[in-house]
C-alpha cells in the first residue's frame, strides 16, 4: 500500500502477524492478516477476501481478531458501498479501502475521497509528530540537533525527520542545516507554542475498554478523571482511569460494574514518555478531555491549564 505514504507520508512496515493462526477456521478462512507498523504505531490489517459480509459478522470478526491483536486492527476492503462505509464509521472501526479511502480514527486520520490530487498538509498531527511536539514543548529548548530528538524518544532517524517536517509545515517550528547535521529551531515556547499548534493535536486516546479492579497490570498512569481529581476541586470518580501503550491480557468492552471495574484508555503513544507524579501529562490529559460536555470538567480543565502555565514559566 504504497498511497499510505504517497497520501499521508505515512511509513507502514509490514511483517507477518504469527498470532492469527490462534484465531477459529471461520475468521481465517475470510481474512488475511498482517502486522504493519504505521509511523511506529503497531496495527494489525485485517485483509477482507471478496466481498464484505454482513455488518454484524464484520464487527464479531473485528472484536475476535482485535482482542486477540491487542492493538488496532484495520480492516482492508477491496471494494465498499457507500452504505457500508458509513456503517462501518458509525460502528467506529477503522477500515482502507485500497486506493479510495482511509478511516484511521485512533491516528486522527478520515479521507474519503479519491486521491487524485496531491495531498494537502494534514489537519491533524500523526502520534509521531505529536511526541516529538509535546518533547519539545516539555523541554522549553530554543534549539536542539534532530538526531537528539530522535534518541531521546527512542525514534528512528526517519520517523523523527518526518515528524519534524511535518511540525515545520504548520510553521510550529523552523529547521536548518549546521555542517551534517539538521538543527530545529523553535519560534515560539510555552504557551504560545501550544495555542499555534492545539488545533492540530490529537486525543491520545485511541480506546476506551475495562479490567476488573483485581487484575494487575504494568506501566499504567492515572488518566482521565481520576488524573484530573488530583489536580483540581473535581471529585473523584467512581471508576478509576488509567492509562496504558499495551492492553493487559484480559480487558471487557463493556462495563459491568461501576464501582468494581477499571477504565483502561489505550493511548496511540506511550503516556509514560511524559509521565508526571504517577499521571498522564497535563497537555496529553487536557487533550483527552477538551471535548467533554460536562462544565465541571472544562472548569477543572482550565484551572489544571492555568497552574500549568503559572509553573511552566515561573
Known amino acids: 500500500m504504497s498511497y499510505l505514504e504517497e497520501v499521508l507520508g505515512i511509513k507502514a512496515i509490514y511483517s507477518q502477524w504469527k498470532d492469527s493462526k490462534k484465531l477459529p477456521f471461520l475468521i481465517t478462512d475470510?481474512?488475511?492478516?498482517?502486522?504493519?507498523?504505521?509511523?511506529?504505531?503497531?496495527?494489525?490489517f485485517m485483509y477482507v477476501k471478496g466481498s464484505m459480509e454482513s455488518l454484524a459478522n464484520t464487527k464479531a470478526h473485528v472484536r475476535k481478531a482485535g482482542s486477540l491483536a491487542g492493538v488496532p486492527l484495520v480492516l482492508v476492503l477491496q471494494t465498499c458501498l457507500p452504505r457500508q462505509r458509513e456503517s462501518l464509521i458509525r460502528a467506529g472501526i477503522p477500515f482502507i479501502v485500497e486506493g479510495t479511502q482511509i478511516f484511521l480514527p485512533f491516528m486522527g486520520i478520515a479521507l474519503r475521497e479519491k486521491y487524485s490530487r496531491p495531498a494537502e498538509f494534514r489537519t491533524q498531527l500523526t502520534p509521531s509528530a505529536q511526541v516529538v511536539f509535546l518533547h519539545?514543548?516539555?523541554?522549553?529548548?530554543?534549539?536542539?540537533?534532530?538526531?537528539?530528538?530522535?534518541?531521546?524518544?527512542n525514534l528512528t532517524a526517519m520517523t523523527a525527520s518526518r515528524a519534524v517536517r511535518q511540525?515545520?509545515?504548520?510553521?510550529m517550528l523552523k529547521t536548518q542545516k549546521e555542517g551534517v547535521h539538521?538543527?530545529?529551531?523553535?519560534?515560539?515556547?510555552?504557551?504560545?507554542?501550544?495555542?499555534?499548534?492545539?488545533?492540530?493535536?490529537?486525543?491520545?486516546?485511541g480506546r476506551k475498554l475495562y479490567v476488573t479492579k483485581d487484575k494487575a497490570f504494568e506501566n499504567c498512569l492515572k488518566a482521565g478523571y481520576l488524573a484530573l481529581s488530583e489536580c483540581s476541586m473535581l471529585s473523584a470518580p467512581r471508576t478509576n482511569v488509567y492509562a496504558v501503550n499495551n492492553l493487559p491480557a484480559e480487558y471487557m468492552e463493556e462495563m459491568t460494574d461501576a464501582d468494581q471495574d477499571?477504565?483502561?484508555?489505550?493511548?496511540?503513544?506511550?503516556?509514560?514518555?511524559?509521565?508526571?507524579?504517577?499521571?498522564?501529562?497535563?497537555?496529553?490529559?487536557?487533550?483527552?478531555?477538551?471535548?467533554?460536555?460536562?462544565?465541571?470538567?472544562?472548569?477543572?480543565?482550565?484551572?489544571?491549564?492555568s497552574d500549568f502555565w503559572r509553573e511552566y514559566h515561573a
Not at 511540525?167 to 510553521?171: C, I, R, S, T, V
Open 30 to 44: 475470510r481474512y488475511d492478516f498482517q502486522r504493519v507498523f504505521l509511523d511506529e504505531v503497531p496495527t494489525v
Open 136 to 153: 519539545l514543548l516539555y523541554g522549553a529548548k530554543n534549539k536542539i540537533l534532530l538526531r537528539d530528538v530522535a534518541k531521546e524518544l
Open 167 to 171: 511540525l515545520e509545515d504548520a510553521g
Open 182 to 205: 539538521k538543527i530545529i529551531l523553535m519560534t515560539n515556547q510555552g504557551q504560545a507554542l501550544f495555542r499555534k499548534a492545539e488545533s492540530f493535536l490529537l486525543s491520545p486516546v
Open 262 to 305: 477499571t477504565q483502561i484508555e489505550q493511548w496511540i503513544y506511550d503516556p509514560c514518555l511524559f509521565e508526571k507524579n504517577g499521571s498522564v501529562d497535563p497537555i496529553s490529559l487536557y487533550l483527552s478531555l477538551r471535548d467533554d460536555p460536562d462544565e465541571r470538567v472544562q472548569e477543572a480543565l482550565d484551572t489544571m491549564m
